[in-house]
């Protein structure tokens, strides 16, 4: 299986979006995560969740004004860039 360049949106479910990134790069696929909707919920869950992120080296983005401080923000130019630029997009 040759290396894909996969974006992951958060959109629905971001806790179960970053267990998928993160599993995607056990793959050697490069893999971007792009949180949507609404800020993260802060939990013991997403809390481990962003230490795995880490792991991975998924460094997270975001379309959400309120992540802004803490994550680069994407405007809908760039989140249309990024989405055109993978060669598989998911939506979770």
Known sequence: ???KNILVLARRDHAE?????AG??????????????RPVEESAENAAN????EMCD???QTTV?????????????A?????????ITLSL
């Open 24 to 37: 995607l790069t056990i793959f050697g696929h490069h893999v971007d995560l792009v949180f949507m909707d």
């Open 50 to 53: 962003v230490e795995l992120l």
């Open 65 to 77: 004004a309120a992540l802004a401080d803490d994550l680069p923000l994407l405007d809908a130019a």
């Open 58 to 60: 998924i460094a997270p």
């Open 1 to 3: 299986m040759s290396e």
């Open 17 to 21: 979006a970053m267990r998928v990134a």
């Open 79 to 87: 989140l249309a860039g990024a989405i055109q630029a993978a060669d």
